[in-house]
């Protein structure tokens, strides 16, 4: 694992602090938010904003396989997934897998491959990295293989989805679409079509088995919660098991519905940053203007997080501050983090260093290990660790 950062004092930038931009400095040692006179880096016309935590993002599928057929070996695709949300900000993030029916690269076996890929891969990583299981609910058999690598690698954080809905309604509509979801797990289309006609037809198993992994995940500690859904009744199915955490509501009225039984709902920033949906679902910023969207994620794009608070903040819907709390303070509270997501002493040194003029990253700081830096941010790091150096020897 990287060293810690010498303990430094960052004075001149605008700092976020307890709800507000702040004129004012900030030490960090060990690892953690300090205080007292300590040497210090210039970081005037820079914001210092806590660091970004992602709870969802699936960007790290085209690391591992550029393209449908081509993958490469795990360890390369994490440290790749790894860099590139250093390089946006980010320095706790869940890596979202599936455990799907649907099997490759979505399938349990990848899925155990990849706990154990970045079990190795953590000692050396730039960022906190997790790994979230995007759990479909009708593979009933696999509860007690899922449960077992839960416990195994320490896994914190499942979603229950299911997309077999769609996979009819592609057939007959958009035949293509099935055609290249079968594609991608070397299958063809009617070979695809049967495996989830074989899934649905597990349907009345499904509520015992989602019961089942609930008091589980209860016993392990595990944040649990759904992904996509469609209305406040499957909503409230969900809820009731435990599954509090809404991820990517399909509609306004699951939102809706999360919000009058106080589960957090998950929106993806690339939805914030484009201005709608890529697959005609319910547009953030709609939900974000409504009070119903409590965070954002990444979802396929980690650079949309620090963009999507800029342009909360530039169209009026809410200050800066507020808009960074969806992408640091809120996912920490929800995914009960206390050390992290607010700049406050003796929390973790997770830092997002952003040039004020460009409003690009050019630091960050994750856990007091420097895991990303450029820029003029870079020059004048460098400059005065190299001082500090000098003056030591």
């Not at 649907?102 to 155990?112: F, V, Y």
């Not at 809905?165 to 057939?171: H, Q």
Request: with cysteine; charged share 25%; glycine share 10%.
């Amino acid at each position: 694992m990287p060293p810690f950062l010498p303990p430094l004092r960052f004075t001149g930038a605008t700092i976020l602090r307890d709800g507000e931009m702040q004129q004012r400095s900030l030490a960090i040692a060990d690892g953690r938010i300090t205080k007292g006179p300590l040497p210090e880096v210039d970081l005037r016309g820079y914001l210092i904003l806590p660091g970004i935590i992602d709870l969802h993002g699936d960007a790290f599928e085209r690391h591992v396989a550029p393209r449908p057929g081509a993958p490469f070996a795990l360890e390369l695709g994490l440290a790749s997934t790894d860099r590139e949300a250093a390089a946006n900000g980010v320095t706790t993030a869940w890596l979202a897998q599936g455990w799907s029916w649907e099997g490759g690269q979505r399938g349990p076996d990848q899925a155990e491959r990849l706990m154990a890929a970045l079990d190795a891969y953590r000692p050396r990583a730039l960022s906190d990295l997790r790994l979230q299981i995007r759990c479909e609910t009708h593979l009933v058999d696999s509860g007690p293989r899922l449960l077992a690598a839960v416990e195994r690698h320490g896994i914190d954080y499942v979603v229950f989805n299911n997309h077999l809905p769609e996979i009819p309604d592609g057939a007959r509509e958009k035949h293509e679409v099935v055609r290249i979801w079968a594609r991608q797990t070397g299958r063809s289309a009617e070979e695809h079509l049967a495996l989830a006609e074989a899934a649905l037809a597990r349907a009345a198993e499904v509520p015992r088995h989602l019961c089942r992994l609930a008091e589980a995940f209860d016993r392990l500690g595990v944040a649990y919660g759904s992904h996509d859904d469609p209305d406040g009744e499957t909503r409230e199915g969900y809820s009731m098991i435990g599954a509090r955490i809404a991820e990517f509501p399909t509609a306004r009225r699951a939102a809706a519905a999360a919000r009058a039984m106080n589960d957090p709902v998950l929106m993806g920033a690339p939805n914030v940053v484009r201005g709608g949906s890529q697959s005609g679902n319910v547009a953030a910023m709609d939900l974000i203007r409504e009070g119903l969207c409590d965070a954002l994620v990444s979802d396929y794009h980690y650079p949309s997080l620090a963009h999507a608070a800029w342009r909360l903040a530039d169209e009026g819907v809410m200050d800066l501050p507020r808009a960074w709390a969806m992408i640091s303070t809120r996912p920490a509270e929800i995914l009960r983090l206390p050390d992290r997501g607010r700049l406050d002493y003796g929390r973790r040194a997770d830092l997002a260093v952003i040039n004020a003029a460009s409003r690009t990253v050019e630091m960050t700081i994750s856990g007091g290990r420097l895991s990303y830096l450029s820029g003029e941010a870079a020059h004048r790091f460098a400059g005065r660790i190299s001082g500090l150096d000098m003056a030591a020897e």
